[in-house]
């Protein structure tokens, strides 16, 4: 499975970005979507995630200001950002893990950087 990040880019404080995540091949099927995120100097960190049925899982430091959702039948996730902090600066990875694996797939990471 290979997993292409977009969306990520330069915003100011408050501001918003989209990210988006698809999957090389529609036929799969995932039981687990999501996005992580790594700043440096730091571990990679849960942001949200997101299951094929629509429940939904955030980190505290974004509830009410992310919004995750997925498209099941293009294999497609998206983070909604909004009301950026400079805290949220990081290389935002997406996730995902089909059925029946105990191991899933990271995409490549793209950056968002969010100045004050």
């Known amino acids: 499975v290979q997993l292409q990040a977009s969306g990520g880019g330069l915003v100011q404080a408050g501001g918003s970005l989209r990210l988006s995540c698809a999957a090389s091949?529609?036929?799969?099927?995932?039981?687990?979507m999501g996005w992580y995120r790594q700043a440096p100097g730091k571990q990679r960190e849960l942001v949200a995630t997101?299951?094929?049925?629509?429940?939904?899982n955030y980190a505290d430091s974004v509830k009410g200001r992310f919004t995750i959702s997925r498209d099941n039948a293009k294999n497609i996730v998206y983070l909604q950002m909004n009301s950026l902090k400079p805290e949220d600066t990081s290389i935002y990875y997406c996730?995902?893990?089909?059925?029946?694996?105990?191991?899933?797939?990271w995409g490549q990471g793209t950056l968002v950087t969010v100045s004050s």
């Open positions: 997101i299951s094929e049925g629509g429940n939904m």
């Open positions: 091949r529609s036929s799969d099927r995932f039981n687990l």
């Open positions: 996730y995902s893990l089909r059925w029946g694996r105990s191991t899933g797939h």
